[in-house]
């Protein structure tokens, strides 16, 4: 018997609900595994994704967010010398692209490159309509939840059952 570890069909995504995201993946051949990176939870809205890029200069990275990819390249120029013999070539200089999609409300707030890591900084930023619409339905949901637990101990204290208003068809 084996197990099955779902946890790299999961890494793609920041933010939100995976299910989507979850199935695109899924539907994919081989995942990157190159260069190698971490996605850290900093804080309730805040998230870091940190990216090994060791041989890369910074002019040789590129940082861009379109339609809510957001999209990490790494072109190395070419090295001009004398030719060289290999006895174990172990670091990886090849050219990537790493695409991480990103939900609609999450923003890059900086990129800090230092010692062969690529630090991205990000924030769930909510705009403030957005929040009282969600403030006002979880009020809502807690008023009628509160008016529910009211009625069903009402209906005990005086001997019946309660049932709900669902019907089976």
């Known amino acids: 018997m084996s197990n099955l ?3 790299p069909l999961f890494r793609r995504s ?4 995976r299910l989507n995201d979850f199935i695109d993946y899924a539907m994919q051949s081989d995942a990157p595994n ?5 996605i850290e939870k900093k804080g309730e809205n805040k998230y ?5 890029t060791a041989g890369f200069s910074q002019d040789e990275l590129n940082i861009s967010l379109e339609n809510q990819l957001l999209s990490i390249t790494g072109k190395p120029e070419a090295i001009q010398s004398e030719q060289t013999e290999y ?3 172990g670091i990886a200089r090849r050219s990537f692209k790493l695409s991480l999609r990103l939900d609609e409300h999450i923003e890059v707030q900086q990129a800090d490159y ?3 890591l690529l630090v991205i900084d990000l924030e769930r930023i909510i705009p403030e309509e957005k929040i009282q619409s969600l403030l006002k339905k979880q009020f809502m949901s807690n008023k009628a939840s509160n008016l529910m637990s009211h ?6 204290s005086i001997g019946f059952f309660y049932r709900s208003n669902l019907q089976v068809l």
């Open 14 to 17: 920041i933010g939100f609900d």
């Open 34 to 38: 190159y260069p190698p990176y971490n």
């Open 114 to 116: 230092e010692n062969g």
């Open 48 to 52: 870091r994704i940190v990216v090994a």
């Open 5 to 7: 570890n779902l946890h």
């Open 151 to 156: 009625k069903k101990s009402r209906c005990k």
């Open 87 to 89: 006895l174990h070539k």
